[in-house]
């Protein structure tokens, strides 16, 4: 339940859509079993998995959901080599090389031989919608897997009005004036690991963890024109995470601090707990991508388009 990485998009257009009515949405799209012979399925599962029965969970005004992908894993060198045997063999019994579309023949025959026997892969994507912030969050460290979700999203709604937020001001050079002129703001500590890039497509690399970054040997990066592409960061004594220079946002942990708030409710009533650990959840990562936000002078309400 406690999200790990983020993307997080704002809304062009207000959300709109109730509690109901996104259900309605999801159920007509719902994971179902890959087939012997099906290379890949995803829809949407109950948001609090087996312990819920819709597919839309709602906490103070935050709705949580989740999408499920089965892949059927192929290795690519075992198709390879059984092209590869096939080709040799035509070559033999008639003298002649394949053709490209004798050799995309036998790749789809392969893979419809192999995929019944072949091993599935299974991955939860979870999100939450905060239609008052403006925002769509999503636990994941792929930026490849969150557009997949929203492009998932928008095939049940219909339309899904999104983007990226993007500073007036590059992220990275942001980032680099927070080391330079100790300029981060007062919610935010600077952690102990960041990465530098030099100019230029050859440019170094260098990474450093457990390290004071506002030493001299960091200093000494800055100085040669390196710039933060990566930066440990704490927000208001609840949570640490890595920023990225996309504005992804890595390893986040939540403090104790955070977690102790719903020790006193029964961990045998699992639908309780998991219920105030999401409103606990969505309540502090909302506050946290408003402060984040206006570091960069932004606004969860930015992008919405102005009438």
């Not at 997080?8 to 159920?27: G, I, M, V």
């Not at 990226?164 to 703001?185: A, H, Q, Y």
């Not at 719903?262 to 606990?280: G, T, Y």
Request: proline content about 3%.
């Amino acid at each position: 339940m406690w999200f790990k990485n983020l993307y997080f998009f704002a809304f062009t257009r207000p959300f709109e859509l109730s509690e109901e009515d996104l259900e309605k949405h999801l159920s007509e799209h719902l994971f179902t079993p890959l087939g012997s012979t099906e290379m890949s399925h995803f829809g949407w599962i109950n948001a609090l998995g087996k312990h819920g029965d819709t597919s839309v969970h709602s906490a103070n005004g935050n709705f949580l959901i989740c999408a499920r992908k089965e892949e059927k894993m192929l290795p690519a060198s075992v198709i390879k080599d059984m092209i590869e045997e096939k080709v040799n063999l035509l070559e033999q019994e008639q003298g002649r090389g394949a053709t490209k579309k004798e050799k995309e023949q036998f790749k789809e025959d392969i893979t419809f031989e192999l995929l019944p026997r072949a091993f599935s892969r299974i991955t939860d994507t979870h999100a939450y919608i905060s239609p008052v912030n403006n925002i769509i969050v999503i636990n994941s460290s792929s930026r490849g897997k969150a557009e997949d979700l929203l492009a998932l999203l928008r095939k049940v709604i219909g339309t899904l009005p999104v983007t990226s937020f993007d500073p007036d001001i590059c992220v990275d050079e942001t980032m680099t004036d927070w080391l330079n002129k100790r300029s981060l703001g007062d919610k935010f500590t600077l952690g102990m690991e960041a990465e530098f890039n030099a100019l230029g497509d050859d440019g170094a690399i260098v990474r450093v963890k457990n390290q004071d970054l506002i030493g001299e040997e960091i200093q000494s990066h800055l100085d040669a024109d390196k710039y933060v592409v990566k930066v440990a960061l704490e927000w208001d004594e609840s949570l640490s995470f890595i920023l990225c220079d996309d504005l992804a946002i890595k390893r986040v942990k939540f403090f104790d601090v955070i977690h102790e708030q719903n020790d006193d409710i029964d961990s045998d009533d699992v639908i309780a707990k998991l219920d105030a650990d999401f409103a606990l959840m969505s309540g502090e990562l909302n506050r946290f991508i408003i402060d984040l936000l206006a570091e960069f002078s932004m606004k969860t309400t930015d992008p919405l388009e102005k009438d």
